[in-house]
T-cell receptor, first 114, second 116 residues
Framework: DVKVTQSSRYLVKRTGEKVFLECVQD?????MFWYRQDPGLGLRLIYF???????EKGDIPEGYSVSREKKERFSLILESASTNQTSMYLC?????????????FGPGTRLTVL | AQTVTQSQPEMSVQEAETVTLSCTYD???????LFWYKQPPSRQMILVIR??????QNATENRFSVNFQKAAKSFSLKISDSQLGDTAMYFC?????????????FGTGTRLKVLA
């Protein structure tokens, strides 16, 4: 079974704090993704990575950065958290290649910024 | 750019009844995949069913089936014999081929409640 795990299910931070969200997958997947999920807006892609140390901006990268130092780990960083970053954050991973590969999701981290 | 639209934010269905969730999409691509994902309350999102655009036959997975209308760019999900465990958010998603690093495009979701 593919497993995608996220470091925290719930997180409460204060405005201005630096926040790290960690994601680990155990299936040697090349691609990893960070999404933000908000009611009425669905899933929006923040950043993705297709290889170690490689990253690409998604649809809403402002206020976020990412790090992928090892293949299995993909971190989302909020340099200075703001209240409008209160949301559910989902990590996902998927094998590479040109044919279809299923995308697997982590359980999510619900972040509240006070 | 591709877009995915789910026009039903919330739906409810009685247990054992059938319900259909709607999804439309817009693309100029010819080769792509469409998906329905399920996110139960406080649980992980999982794949329910997928459809390859080049296949005319509608995909089915047990009680879940799709009605794929390529020309109309419509991809609805039918859940038969609804069960309480089907209560969840359902997301429609699109991915073009070849996949590689290509990202999924998600709809805004439909919250389905199955009533006892």
């Amino acid at each position: 079974d593919v497993k995608v795990t996220q470091s925290s299910r719930y997180l409460v931070k204060r405005t201005g704090e630096k926040v790290f969200l960690e994601c680990v997958q155990d299936m040697d997947h090349e691609n990893m993704f960070w999404y933000r999920q908000d009611p009425g807006l669905g899933l929006r892609l923040i950043y993705f990575s297709y290889d170690v140390k490689m990253k690409e901006k998604g649809d809403i990268p402002e206020g976020y950065s990412v790090s992928r130092e090892k293949k299995e780990r993909f971190s989302l960083i909020l340099e200075s958290a703001s209240t409008n970053q209160t949301s559910m954050y989902l990590c996902a991973s998927r094998s590479g290649g040109t044919s279809y590969n299923e995308q697997f999701f982590g359980p999510g981290t619900r972040l509240t910024v006070l | 750019a591709q877009t995915v639209t789910q026009s039903q934010p919330e739906m409810s269905v009685q247990e054992a009844e059938t319900v259909t969730l709607s999804c439309t999409y817009d693309t100029s691509e010819n080769n792509y995949y469409l998906f329905w994902y399920k996110q139960p309350p406080s649980r992980q999102m999982i794949l329910v069913i997928r459809q390859e655009a080049y296949k005319q036959q509608n995909a089915t997975e047990n009680r879940f089936s799709v009605n794929f209308q390529k020309a109309a760019k419509s991809f609805s999900l039918k859940i038969s014999d609804s069960q309480l465990g089907d209560t969840a958010m359902y997301f429609c998603a699109f991915m073009r081929l070849p996949s590689g690093t290509y990202k999924y495009i998600f709809g805004t979701g439909t919250r389905l409640k199955v009533l006892a």
